[in-house]
């Protein structure tokens, strides 16, 4: 099975921020779309930010203007940088290939969790 690792998520205060980073597969990575995935308590996972192999990226309206994905080719890693969290954004975070665009993803991984609060 070809998974990816997620970590980086900790326990912030609202208004703080936080870097997390996605080690993907070997393989063609560079010609992959990326996307971050959030799942928070008895919700659906959901994609919350999208990158494509030539860097365009695209965000759901929740994290536009706080959250930044890129992406680090030689290194097989996508980043998401997450400023001004609120605790709305508590939630375990994943990454994967944009489903969107692919049908068959990677196997997800345990995902890291991200707690806001005061």
């Known amino acids: 099975q070809v998974q990816v690792s997620e970590s980086g998520g900790a326990l912030v205060r609202p208004g703080e921020s936080l870097r997390l980073s996605c080690a993907a597969p070997g393989g063609a990575f560079s010609a992959i779309a990326m996307a971050w995935y959030r799942q928070a308590p008895g919700k659906q996972r959901e994609l919350i930010a999208s990158?494509?192999?030539?860097?365009?990226?695209d965000y759901a309206d929740s994290v536009k203007g706080r959250f930044t994905i890129s992406r680090d080719n030689p290194k097989k890693t996508v980043y998401l940088q997450m400023n001004s969290l609120e605790p709305e954004d508590t939630a375990v975070y994943y990454c994967n290939k944009n489903q969107i665009v692919y049908r068959n993803l990677y196997t997800w991984g345990q995902g890291t969790q991200v707690t806001v609060s005061s």
């Open positions: 990158i494509s192999f030539s860097n365009i990226t």
